[in-house]
């Protein structure tokens, strides 16, 4: 077991308990589930949690941790697949005390706590016919997607989340409590919106809120893994002028025993198309009859449900404990010999391993590349490929099939890597998500708000060096 390597003196300890709501150290009964993230993958072990209240003791933490020469790391919903909520022998400031969303129907906006979940702002929200575009697995954090630039099911229809964010309330590297929007420090704004977690630690947002629901209408089909240049074919023609209500996903998986297939389908490779539709119930059939223009699917599914049923549908498949693994990265088009090789490395995947391509284009497209620090406006498909399982022996195998599968379309890669859907981390990873351009605006920025790289726990941006 991974010890905590650092022993904080208990004088030094009373001080931050003064300003802190809650402390834990490694003897207290709650450590184990304090320092707990949810990808089993990482097993963290902090020299001390602070459990803060308000962004007053958050502030207060970040200076005690400056003082005390400890890594900082911040966990919100602690939902990263790279592990970043936590690191051996710091300081871990964990937001859990800091939930809650407010919703005024009026304005049309909410305001989320740096620790609020995507499950409470999609209630909050629907409770006034009202939707923030969000992530699609409820007990991930606001914060953590958010700063990423926020890719869910309602984005081509209303944005990235960080397309309808008013202000970020965030502590910075010296303690101080600012605030961000387009009219006060809008350079500021800019960053946090797809690289946000270099800059500080993010104690509240506000967001901008659109009439929606209380339905979303869905579809699933499912074909021979054969047709594959067909299917793929016909999937990236009809995504590349789709109506922006239509959310759509082409993957490549294997058929399930409860899915409806035949007993000699069952563990074999499939196609499948899915989409989400968030207009109205009657445009569905006309809107989504490209995506049905094809051969005879295997199987059909098509209905709508409740928007909110549809949020947490997985929260249970994505549980806190299993073990993941995800890779991915922008694309305009796929090879048909890339495809080939994928159905074959699919079809052999360890664990559940996938690959998907999801449609990106309608109101994503419509903000300008250099709006935000987000990568990859124009960019047509994000590529994705991933995994989970139980057993810790198959970590090595399963992250290498993954690695391999990414290095298959690595040559139709375009602009940008989605920041949240990356769970390798480093400088070159950094370079992929932001491109070249933005990487160096980034660095500059950093410089002026973290010139010691204080939050550097996440997509890394080094603060760009003052002779440079």
């Known amino acids: 077991m991974v010890e905590a390597t650092r022993r904080i003196a208990p004088d030094h300890l009373q001080q931050l308990r003064r300003s802190c709501a809650e402390v834990i150290t490694p003897h207290d009964a709650g450590y184990d589930d304090g320092r707990r993230l949810w990808n089993a993958i990482h097993d963290r072990r902090p020299a001390v949690i602070a459990r803060p209240t308000s962004a007053a003791e958050v502030a207060a933490a970040v200076r005690f941790a400056r003082e005390h020469d400890l890594e900082v790391t911040v966990r919100s919903g602690g939902h990263s697949h790279a592990g970043i909520g936590g690191a051996n022998g710091g300081l871990l400031v964990d937001l859990s005390s800091m939930r809650g969303v407010a919703v005024d129907p009026g304005t049309r906006t909410a305001r989320a706590n740096g620790g609020a979940l995507l499950g409470e702002l999609d209630v909050a929200a629907q409770a006034h016919g009202l939707v923030c575009p969000t992530g699609v697995v409820g007990h991930t954090g606001v914060a ?24 970020v309330e965030l502590v910075t590297a010296d303690g101080r409590l600012v605030r961000a929007t387009d009219t006060d420090e809008p350079d500021l704004f800019w960053g946090l919106r797809g690289a946000g977690w270099n800059f500080g630690i993010a ?40 109506p922006d209500a239509v959310s759509c996903i082409f993957g490549l998986d294997r058929a399930a025993s409860d899915a409806g297939y035949s007993d000699e389908m069952v563990g074999k490779l499939i196609v499948y198309f899915a989409w989400n539709h968030s207009g109205a119930a009657e445009d569905v059939e006309r809107d989504t009859a490209g995506l049905r223009s094809g051969p005879k699917p295997l199987t059909t599914t098509i209905g709508s449900a409740p928007y909110l049923d549809v949020q947490s549908a997985h929260d249970l498949a994505f549980a806190w404990g299993s073990r993941s693994f995800i890779k991915s990265h922008n694309a305009n088009d796929v090879r048909p010999a890339a495809l080939e090789e994928l159905v074959e490395l699919v079809a052999g995947a360890p664990a559940d391993g996938s690959f998907d391509i999801t449609a ?5 497209g419509r903000i300008p590349e250099d709006a935000t620090a987000y990568a990859g406006r124009t960019s047509a498909f994000d590529l994705s490929t991933g995994a989970g399982w139980s057993d810790p022996a198959e970590d090595g195998a399963v992250m290498d099939w993954c690695r391999r599968v990414m290095a298959v379309v690595e040559p139709d890669r375009a602009l940008g890597a989605y920041a949240n859907g990356n769970a390798d981390a480093g400088p070159e990873e950094s370079r992929r998500i932001y491109g070249d351009a933005k990487l160096a605006r980034l660095a500059a920025l950093k410089r002026e708000w973290d010139p010691d790289n204080v939050f550097h726990v996440n997509p890394n941006v080094a603060p760009v060096r003052a002779d440079a």
């Open 360 to 364: 990106l284009g309608g109101a994503i």
């Open 203 to 242: 104690t509240a947002f506000e967001f901008r809120l659109h009439p929606f629901g209380p339905d979303l209408h869905r579809g699933v089909l499912s074909y021979p893994a054969s047709e594959v240049r067909e299917l793929w074919s016909l999937f990236r023609d009809y995504a590349l002028a789709a």
């Open 144 to 167: 953590g997607l958010t700063l990423g630039g926020g890719v869910g099911r309602l984005q081509r229809h209303f944005g990235l989340t960080i397309d309808n964010l008013a202000a």
